[in-house]
T-cell receptor
Framework: GAVVSQHPSRVICKSGTSVKIECRSL??????MFWYRQFPKQSLMLMATSNEGSKATYEQGVEKDKFLINHASLTLSTLTVTSAHPEDSSFYICSARGLASSEQYFGPGTRLTVT | AQTVTQSQPEMSVQEAETVTLSCTYD???????LFWYKQPPSRQMILVIR??????QNATENRFSVNFQKAAKSFSLKISDSQLGDTAMYFCAFMKPRGGGAQKLVFGQGTRLTINP
């Protein structure tokens, strides 16, 4: 149980385009989802927290107009990187937590490369 | 704000040896959760072990155990009989309990552990 999927696992896009990453909880209802960014050989940096049906809460320094997060259902959250630039290339990881749980379950991550 | 510090960027041991990874944290909270996560080369984050601060007994999961010293704000991970599959990045993480905010995980910098055959 407690499986979280991400799609796509890898994506390459051209500079200036937008790309959407999906995060799904497959066997539980995720009331809260988290989006992280991880640079090579570094730790996970929390970008934003989203509660189902509410606007996401962004961490300091994260541009909310650039990283659009939608959590429209209890099993799906999406991260859209708008007007992507090469510096947005990174590994993006989502996690999900159910209402009665204190534990976060992580997706397998998405590697974004912007050319 | 809470901070988590892992002072060992890299460690390397031989297979079957025991290894201890260090973690210290800073918080003014009395109740909280502590976690160790493993991130193998696949980059999938895997929960290794969790500890609730109000529990005095150290958590154990098979070959993995922790030494939780609340007063010292220390939370080390011991891996016994290490295996090649234990090779990974290990992250220590802190989280406030429910009612303490958004329950965000605060991660340490990570320790890259290599198990040599």
């Amino acid at each position: 149980g407690a499986v979280v999927s991400q799609h796509p696992s890898r994506v390459i896009c051209k500079s200036g385009t937008s790309v959407k990453i999906e995060c799904r909880s497959l066997d539980f209802q995720a009331t809260t989802m988290f989006w992280y960014r991880q640079f090579p050989k570094q730790s996970l940096m929390l970008m934003a927290t989203s509660n189902e049906g509410s606007k996401a809460t962004y961490e300091q320094g994260v541009e909310k107009d650039k990283f659009l997060i939608n959590h429209a259902s209890l099993t799906l959250s999406t991260l859209t990187v708008t007007s992507a630039h090469p510096e947005d290339s990174s590994f993006y990881i989502c996690s999900a937590r159910g209402l009665a749980s204190s534990e976060q379950y992580f997706g397998p991550g998405t590697r974004l490369t912007v050319t | 704000a809470q901070t988590v510090t892992q002072s060992q960027p890299e460690m390397s041991v031989q297979e079957a040896e025991t290894v201890t990874l260090s973690c210290t944290y800073d918080t003014s909270e009395n109740n909280y959760y502590l976690f160790w996560y493993k991130q193998p080369p696949s980059r999938q984050m895997i929960l290794v072990i969790r500890q609730e601060a109000y529990k005095q007994q150290n958590a154990t999961e098979n070959r993995f155990s922790v030494n939780f010293q609340k007063a010292a704000k220390s939370f080390s991970l011991k891996i016994s009989d290490s295996q090649l599959g234990d090779t990974a990045m290990y992250f220590c993480a802190f989280m406030k309990p429910r009612g303490g905010g958004a329950q965000k995980l605060v991660f340490g910098q990570g320790t890259r552990l290599t198990i040599n055959p």
